[in-house]
């Protein structure tokens, strides 16, 4: 298969492209690169032996996507392309919206133009809001807690609509918990640009004597050690979930939507002290207030991406922890210096 993978320069995007391509299907990647560098894809070639076809064209430019369709016979496609900073997008809403959704809606009327309508969304837990319960599964509420997480919801709406209206789409959302890892090879990983939003990059660069301490966001929740408890998921399970996406994509029609998460909870506590063992070296830390719009507990109940996709995380966080302290290690300053 032929497999158009928008934003595939990114984390979670050079990640699949190595399963993709190791499964032998072909990869067509358009990215603007807007956080990423091209080097993850020269990377993504010299772990799988195999080439990739980059367009460095926005999918929010529905004559670029038209050209990359043309050159290429695309069969499916699996859409990451994106804004993804929390905070960012409270601050600049109408870049995240206009970025992520034009970009949904181009691509999505390129696809029907060119009869490729087999289609992998990129969505997040974040679309749960604060849950009501864990383990959470798919037919919980839906809530969007900052612009952000709007745009997975409303790109889910505007699929779910999309799908409703023309039976010939085959569409899977894929909604991540807490993506975390690297590739084993130590040759592509998470490249944050700037200080780390996210938890375990911050870690990292701690270990790594980048910065002085982790700053824990309060000890006072309703959890056993009184910090957040998250979904950790290796990004190799998560690229592997992509694999088994497009795999399934034509057992049904409509929209779809599946977690994508081990079902087991871990707090902050314990991601420093696993990240402590696997680096041999000290986390320093000390907890403040609480983050704005945090929430205590996230944890997915993955059974249907088990009973449906024959998909499940096998990695643990101690697992995670070490390959990405391997990619740390060897490329102190991400892909800057190719
Ligand atoms: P990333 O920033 O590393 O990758 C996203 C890629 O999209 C980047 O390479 C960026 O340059 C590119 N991009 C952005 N806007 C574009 C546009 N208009 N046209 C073309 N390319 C564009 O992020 P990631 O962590 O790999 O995330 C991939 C997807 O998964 C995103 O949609 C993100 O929202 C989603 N997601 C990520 C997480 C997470 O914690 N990392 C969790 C849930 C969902
Ligand atoms: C994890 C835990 C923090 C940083 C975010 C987005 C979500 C999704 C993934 C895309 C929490 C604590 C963190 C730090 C800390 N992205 N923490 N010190 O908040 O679960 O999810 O990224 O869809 O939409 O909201 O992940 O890694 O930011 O935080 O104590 O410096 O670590 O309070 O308990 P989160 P995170």
Known sequence: MNVLLTGGAGYIGSHTAVELLDAGHGVVVVDTLVNSHEESLRRVERITGRSVAFHPADCTDADALR?????????????????????????????????????????????????VRDLVLSSSATVYGNPERVPIAEDAALASANPYGATKLFAEQILRDLAAADERWRITALRYFNPIGAHPSGLIGEDPQGVPNNLFPYIAQVASGRRERLQVFGDDYDTADGTGVRDYLHVVDLARGHLAAVTHLADATGFRAYNLGTGKGVSVLEGVRAFERASGRPVPYEVVERRPGDIAVCYADPSAAARDLDWKAVRGVDEACADAWRWQSANPDGFARG
């Open 67 to 115: 050209r990359v369709f043309a050159e290429h016979d695309v069969d499916a496609v699996i859409h990451m392309a994106g804004l993804k900073a929390v905070g960012e997008s409270a601050r600049q809403p109408l870049r995240y919206y206009r970025n992520n959704l034009d970009a949904l809606l181009s691509l999505a009327e390129v696809m029907d133009e060119f009869d």
